[in-house]
């Protein structure tokens, strides 16, 4: 996404290899040659109740590890953060008879609200969470050059705040 909101890209990166750790490699290289200096970078912290927390520290471990090499600094979001952004709170019903949303439901609550909020869609829940986070990223770009935000609203606002005032 550029400085003004326009989709410079969007794809799922998946790999070729059948292999973890070479598909791992694959993801890590192309992930790296995406990367320029002037790039606002946010990272979603991995889930908490993640199944496969290994593979996803191996990931954001090479992640982080890529932006450094690169000489960039990254600011991260929490998973809520990134659903709090297009306000999508994980929860549907009433008050006193709330219920949590399941896996598929949720991705789909998250991709309805993309598109309610910023007309975008795609396929893959992967993308569709990578443009939530370049959102967001690019109001932090924004609000550092002194530049009017994109995203206004006061869930975003707080998610942006709350970015900007973390400690490293």
Same mark, same amino acid.
Request: aromatic share 8%.
């Given at each position: ?8 890209? *969007? ?21 790296y ?7 606002e ?9 993640t199944q496969? *927390?290994?593979? *996803? ?9 890529m932006?450094?090499r ?7 979001? *929490? ?13 549907v019903?009433?008050?006193? !008879? ?8 949720k ?5 309805a ?7 975008f ?8 969470d ?6 967001i ?18 869930? %975003?606002?707080?998610?942006? %705040?709350?970015i900007?005032? !973390?400690?490293k």
């Amino acid at each position: 996404m550029d400085e003004y909101g326009n989709i410079l890209e *969007a794809k799922d990166l998946t790999g070729k290899s059948k292999d973890d750790i070479e598909k791992l490699i694959e993801l890590e290289n192309e992930v790296y040659r995406h990367l320029r200096k002037e790039d606002e970078i946010v990272i979603e912290a991995p889930p908490f109740d993640t199944q496969r *927390a290994i593979t *996803a520290g191996m990931i954001h471990g090479g992640i982080r590890t890529m932006v450094y090499r690169k000489g960039l600094r990254f600011n991260e979001a *929490a998973p809520n953060a990134v659903k709090k952004y297009v306000a999508v709170t994980g929860w549907v019903g009433e008050p006193g !008879s709330k219920r949590r949303l399941k896996d598929k439901e949720k991705k789909a609550a998250v991709k309805a609200a993309v598109l309610e909020h910023f007309g975008f869609e795609h396929k893959s829940d992967n993308v569709v969470d990578a443009y939530i986070i370049a959102r967001i990223a690019l109001n932090l770009y924004r609000c550092r050059e002194f530049m009017p935000l994109l995203d206004t609203l006061p869930y %975003q606002l707080e998610v942006v %705040q709350d970015i900007l005032n !973390s400690k490293k």
